[in-house]
Nanobody, 119 residues
Framework: QVQLVESGGGFVQPGGSLRLSCAASGLTFTYYHMHWYRQAPWKERELVAVISRAGAVTTYLDSVKGRFTISRDNDKNTVYLQMNSLKPEDTAVYYC????????????WGQGTQVTVSS
């Protein structure tokens, strides 16, 4: 059974930092591209960052470029999202997603972790 478990969310003031983690189990982690999505209240879910299987390629939502960094540790089956210079508009539930690099129907989601940026 595949499980993705996010952690690290919380409440932070504008300009602060948080580091999200997503621990994966039940899958061959290196076969999966990993993604972070977010969904703010009354908005559609959006893709925040992507990292390739070996971590060589990353892609970011324009509004988080230069502030967020996605990384992965394939020995620990974990993907991270380091979020710096947080803004109120970053407030959302953040979801981890794993998608097989060949069989895209093998697509798994975590339960989400709340990030709130407010003064």
């Amino acid at each position: 059974q595949v499980q993705l478990v996010e952690s690290g969310g919380g409440f932070v003031q504008p300009g602060g930092s948080l580091r999200l983690s997503c621990a994966a189990s039940g899958l061959t982690f290196t076969y999966y591209h990993m993604h972070w999505y977010r969904q703010a209240p009354w908005k559609e879910r959006e893709l925040v960052a992507v990292i390739s299987r070996a971590g060589a390629v990353t892609t970011y939502l324009d509004s988080v470029k230069g502030r967020f960094t996605i990384s992965r540790d394939n020995d620990k089956n974990t993907v991270y999202l380091q979020m710096n210079s947080l803004k109120p508009e970053d407030t959302a539930v953040y979801y981890c997603n794993a998608r097989h690099y060949v069989y895209s129907d093998n697509d798994y989601w975590g339960q989400g972790t709340q990030v709130t940026v407010s003064s």
